[in-house]
């Protein structure tokens, strides 16, 4: 069934993790799993952070957005023993490269709260893009 924006918008929002795809200049779609926050006012922060190991502080998905500022996040839900739960939803972004320091503020917040790791605020950035749609469908109607 698909999901109305409401409900796919409210599933988004109470997500914490997802494949965010980008476009490699070469290599076409380039898929990433993130840990990200939405604001109410409708753009999804992606944290750089210091927790994880990296060869670099800006990654591909920076230069990626960069070239291309189009992007999606993925958002699922899998339940192997009952596909009646299954859903997934899909937003379509735009990366906004200079975001005002309150949204960002707003977003470091956000993850903060909802993923301990995070709870020292332990970023290098945050990358922020607006959403420009949202969609969605789920095994079942609620």
């Known amino acids: 069934m698909r999901l ?5 918008r409210a599933r ?17 779609p380039d898929p990433q799993p993130v840990v990200f926050a939405v604001s109410d ?24 957005l960069a070239a ?3 992007a ?6 899998w339940d192997d023993t ?5 859903w997934w939803v899909r937003a379509e972004l735009r990366h906004v490269p200079d975001p005002p320091p309150a949204l ?4 470091t917040e956000r ?3 909802t993923v301990p790791q995070y709870a020292d605020k332990p970023f290098h950035r945050v990358l922020v893009c607006r959403i420009v749609g949202v969609t969605g469908w789920s095994a079942a109607e609620s």
Do not use: F, M
């Not at 409708?42 to 060869?55: F, Q, Y």
């Not at 009952?82 to 299954?86: A, F």
């Open 4 to 8: 109305d924006e409401d409900e796919a």
């Open 12 to 28: 988004l929002v109470a997500g914490t993790h997802g494949v965010l795809c980008t476009l490699h200049p070469d290599r076409g």
């Open 41 to 64: 006012d409708g753009h999804v922060g992606v944290p750089i952070d210091r927790v994880k190991p990296k060869t670099s502080s800006r990654l591909q998905r920076e230069r990626n």
């Open 68 to 70: 291309d500022p189009r």
């Open 72 to 77: 999606s996040l993925l958002v699922e839900w």
């Open 82 to 86: 009952d596909w009646s739960q299954l």
């Open 104 to 107: 960002v503020d707003d977003l």
């Open 111 to 113: 993850l903060a709260r």
